[in-house]
């Protein structure tokens, strides 16, 4: 595509006037996009997307912006219950799409965004966009080189004390499973392979909570301890809730047979890693390579597809297979039981970036 492009917003809250404005801005000044058009079901959000970003044309009905001709990429940026039809409409109306985590809050509807993905012209492109950030693929590459060996054990957690705005994080199709979780399960079967089954426990730790300034009925499971097998005695876990207050320990934990690899910060914004090999014998620490890589960016990882008419590297099978993952142990969680996962997907793979892990090591014992 020599044009920039058209990219149209659905859903104008929190993470799209912070976050995706902030990106689209910079890819606007580089000429890569233009911001056409936007949708809220709050008329008033107009406002901030003329003022802050130039865009006239606002509907608060998703079908009147979708099917535009200057339109070639819709962003699905709203509550997570509405992910699944409306990232199906804008694929039906031939474009491509970015949507939010999770793709849909059902596995029908998921497989039905799959089953339209297949035959639209447009790419879908389904967050969390953990794959981009440059220390995922250092760690992928240490793992694919057989640094630490086979992975046996693995421990993710992302956590906070939960969102004061947006009542729907605490209702069905809601929680955070589905909005922080999501990040891990991503991380780990993106590194280690698909899972083959689940167990979990979870529960409501704050049944009552001021969301929006009211007191709200927690209505969901707002804290989880999750447990996954990978097959070949190989099991991780996920510790995740809006009921965590503060953390310091690594987001990510691999346990190989020949070592450790462990990723500091959190998966979404990642701060280095560390890695022991028992051949060296001691930790080596690799600072971060792009502090400033934002978690938006499947949004620019797009728009590059779409410009050099390329396949994304983020496959909404990936993004299936995680559903699955998160609705079973949900299932598992209220039934008492483990259930076997029948999706699976090819973990994206990377070029070798030869010794450039190596320019960030900040602490190397064998020199
Ligand atoms: N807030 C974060 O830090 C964060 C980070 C990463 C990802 N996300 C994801 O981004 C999405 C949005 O989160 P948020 O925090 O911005 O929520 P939010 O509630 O602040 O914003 C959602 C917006 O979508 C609008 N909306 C709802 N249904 C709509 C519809 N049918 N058509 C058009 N607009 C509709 C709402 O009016 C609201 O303005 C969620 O999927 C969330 O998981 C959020």
């Not at 940026?77 to 491509?96: R, Y």
């Not at 949507?99 to 497989?111: C, F, G, N």
């Not at 939960?162 to 209702?171: A, D, E, I, L, S």
């Not at 707002?222 to 809006?242: E, L, M, S, W």
Request: with cysteine; charged share 25%.
């Amino acid at each position: 595509m020599d044009r920039p492009v058209g990219i149209a917003f659905v859903g104008c809250g929190s993470v799209m006037s912070g976050p995706y404005t902030r990106l689209a801005r910079q890819l606007r000044e580089r000429g890569e996009v233009s911001l056409v058009a936007a949708c809220d079901v709050v008329p008033d959000r107009a406002a901030f997307v003329r003022d802050e970003l130039g865009i006239e044309r606002f509907a608060t009905d998703y079908r009147e912006i979708i099917t535009a001709d200057d339109v070639d990429a819709v962003l699905v940026l709203t509550s997570m219950p509405e992910h699944g039809a409306i990232a199906k409409a804008a694929l039906e109306a031939g474009k491509h799409v970015l949507v939010e985590k999770p793709m849909a809050t059902t596995l029908a509807e998921a497989r039905e965004l799959l089953a339209v993905a297949e035959r639209s012209p447009g790419h879908l492109v389904c967050a969390p966009h953990v794959v981009l950030s440059p220390t995922y693929q250092a760690i992928w590459r240490h793992l694919h080189r057989g640094d630490v060996g086979r992975i046996h054990l693995a421990r993710a957690r992302y956590g906070w004390a939960g969102p004061w705005w947006g009542q729907w994080f605490y209702r069905s199709g809601g929680g955070p499973l589905f909005d922080l979780g999501v990040y891990n399960l991503t991380t780990l079967t993106g590194l280690i392979g698909p899972a083959r089954r689940v167990t979990a426990m979870a529960g409501t730790a704050i049944p009552e909570r001021r969301v929006d300034g009211e007191l709200i009925k927690v209505e969901v499971e707002d804290n989880f301890q999750i447990t996954v097998d990978f097959g070949d005695a190989c099991f991780g876990t996920v510790t995740t809730g809006f009921s965590m207050q503060s953390y310091r320990g690594p987001a990510v934990e691999l346990y190989g047979g020949a070592g450790t690899i462990q990723m500091m910060g959190d998966d979404w914004a990642p701060e280095g890693y560390e890695l022991w090999r028992n051949d060296i014998g001691a930790w080596q620490l690799h600072r971060e390579q792009d502090p400033h890589w934002p978690w938006t960016d499947g949004l620019r990882h797009l728009v590059d597809c779409i410009r050099h008419d390329q396949q994304p590297v983020i496959r909404p099978e990936h993004a299936y297979h995680v559903l699955e993952i998160m609705i079973k142990a949900i299932e598992s969680a209220r039934e008492g039981r483990t259930l076997d996962i029948e999706s699976t997907f090819t973990p994206p793979t990377f070029a070798d970036d030869g010794d450039r892990a190596d320019a960030h090591l900040l602490h190397d014992p064998t020199h």
